[in-house]
């Protein structure tokens, strides 16, 4: 048994967290010709812009927004698989981003991720079988072979995959079959985070449906600790427990799922889900953006958002709006909420 | 008459060791300007019926039976000459990638402009006025830069409003737009199918939207027809489709919608996959998946009636239906 200090504190936490890729790595890509000198430049893509955020134990954190807006490269910063250009990770108490390799294996036990494409997440050369019981075997040295079986014929029973297919290569199974696989795959180190990385975009309507319960029956079972990362917003609403809405690497809106689909206040959240298609819907029926996602090469100054918003003002060209907490509880990070120019 | 009457259309591919059939014995009818949407999942033969109606199915595939009268004439009989005729200038596609479409190495302006001296005897200078007006239309900005412009140097979303406006060119009289915007954004897709919409209906364009996406399908459109396996399974106004499905896997595609049910809850699945092509069962194609599936299901194919405003290929819908009847006049 935890004690009861680290059972509320959260499992999950970002301090600041950034992250740049250089474009221009080399000296010689670097220099520049302007305005008749030579000039030293390097660009830089901001894919995480300072984000602050929090995951709870028990708790589904959706992580939704457009491509480019940062949100895969959040779950492999928390994954490990990037270091942070600044900014600090906490996993249960302790300070993550720092570790060395052999100081992160006993985390990558608790801490699985589930990626998008089971087409080029699983090994073609290997057996499901075998692709199952390499992470058992190498976290639970202890286990003798029989016991490994034993687990991932368990696991394999309770994703809906027949122990008896282990002999079986990736490439014959359906894509929602090697989902399955995949999520099997994460589950049978018994971890108590996963991390899922837009895991059912790949997979047809039927499909799916499949998926999602799935992982919502492995975390009322298992008691895990998700952050998904979709585009979807219908499957955000069904599925998460709180929401963070990302533009261009920046926290805009953080809220609980109800209270977000109900009453999302940042201009582009209310964009974002008035984008959706419903079914009653019979014309397209969405808040009209000027213009398109600007490169995160070049952030602008102040609002990342400013240039597709139909409230920015000056303020939201010169200054950066900070996440502030609203009556309802949710963080939104806009000036024109924050001097009530858009009634919430 | 229909603008486009489909009849018993079948597409096969000779494997190597088998013929497997892709399209099985498809009939459906689009009116001048009607706006219909082609469903189902991946697999289920809406991307080949879209290249099948332009007759642009390559080998191994081939139009095995049916017809395809366009305008009364047979797409399926012409000859390649007379396809060209056809082909982005009295139907035109417009596909789901647009780096794929664009032609890389070619200016935006060119590539309008051949299209445009292609099919119509114009100088240069008129092809470039129209294709500026194109462009305007659909609201890209400062359309006579744009014509100098490459692909790569526009963002997703535009080039896909400048392939709307090349699908546009020569003021076709039907559309057939294969999963148009699944490659972008939310927002980007919002905009564009409202664009698309406006357009059929100012330029009274008909338009075969084919997508995933039962949404898109309920603003878009006035018909649905719903694909499974290969066949028509469903066909009827949109409306009546969303809100009152009648084949068991049309049912089970809009139920299994995560909006469908409350927020935590199990969702609606439903089990198994959709068959291969190599692999359809007999009878009923998705007789394994159904939950109503009898032994006639198992062997015998249903075949496609009408009932009332709707078609459908279901032995249980037809027992139903029968039955209401006989309570009717009992």
Sequence with gaps: ?344 | MSLLSVRDLTVKFAMRDQTVTALNQISFDVGRGERIGIVGESGAGKSITGFSLLNLISKPGFIAGGEILFDGQDIAKMKEAELRKIRGNRMAMIFQDPMVTLNPVLTIGQQMVETLMAHRKLSRAEAEQIAVLKLREVYIPSPEERLHQYPHELSGGMRQRIIIAIALLLDPQLIIADEPTTALDVTIQADIMELLLELCQSNKVGLILITHDLGVVSQMTERTLVMYAGRIIENGPTREIINDPQHPYTQGLINALPQQTLPGHKLKQIPGNMPALTDIPPGCPFSPRCSYATDRCRSERPRISRYGTVEVACHEVERLLKDEKKEMTA
């Design chain 1, 1 to 344: 048994m935890k004690d009861a200090i680290t059972q509320d504190a959260p499992l999950l936490k970002l301090k600041g967290l950034e992250k740049r890729f250089e474009l221009d790595k080399g000296l010689l890509e670097q220099i520049k010709f302007k305005n008749g000198k030579l000039t030293r430049e390097a660009r830089a893509v901001h894919a995480v812009n300072g984000i602050n955020l929090t995951a709870n134990r028990g708790e589904a954190l959706c992580v939704v927004g457009e491509s480019g807006c940062g949100k895969s490269t959040v779950a492999r910063l928390v994954a490990g698989l990037l270091t942070p250009s600044a900014g600090e990770i906490h996993y249960d108490g302790s300070r993550i981003d720092t570790l060395g390799r052999r100081e992160l294996l006993p985390l990558r036990k608790k801490m699985q991720m589930v990626f998008q494409n089971p087409y080029s997440s699983l090994n073609p050369r290997m057996t499901i079988q075998q692709a199952l019981e390499e992470p058992v075997s190498h976290h639970f040295p202890k286990l003798s072979r029989a016991e490994v079986r034993d687990k991932v014929a368990e696991v394999m029973r309770s994703v809906g995959v027949d122990p008896s297919w282990g002999k079986r290569y990736p490439h014959e199974f359906s894509g929602g079959q090697r989902q399955r696989i995949a999520i099997a795959r994460a589950l049978t180190v018994d971890p108590e985070f996963v991390i899922a990385d837009e895991p059912i975009s790949a997979l047809d309507v039927s499909i799916q449906a499949q998926i999602l319960n799935l992982m919502l029956e492995a975390k009322d079972e298992r008691g895990l600790t998700y952050l998904f990362i979709t585009h979807d917003l219908s499957v955000v609403q069904h599925f998460g427990t709180r929401v963070a809405v990302l533009y261009l690497g920046t926290l805009c809106e953080l809220s609980d799922t109800a209270t977000l689909f109900e009453n999302p206040k940042h201009p582009y959240s209310r964009a974002l889900l008035s984008a959706v298609p419903q079914l009653k819907d019979d014309k397209p029926n969405h808040i009209r953006l000027k213009g398109e996602i600007p490169t995160p090469i070049e952030m602008p100054q102040g609002c990342p958002f400013q240039s597709r918003c139909a409230f920015a003002t000056n303020r939201c060209q010169a200054e950066k709006p900070r996440p502030l907490q609203q009556p309802d509880g949710s963080l939104v990070a806009c000036h024109a909420v924050e001097e009530g120019r858009i009634d919430a």
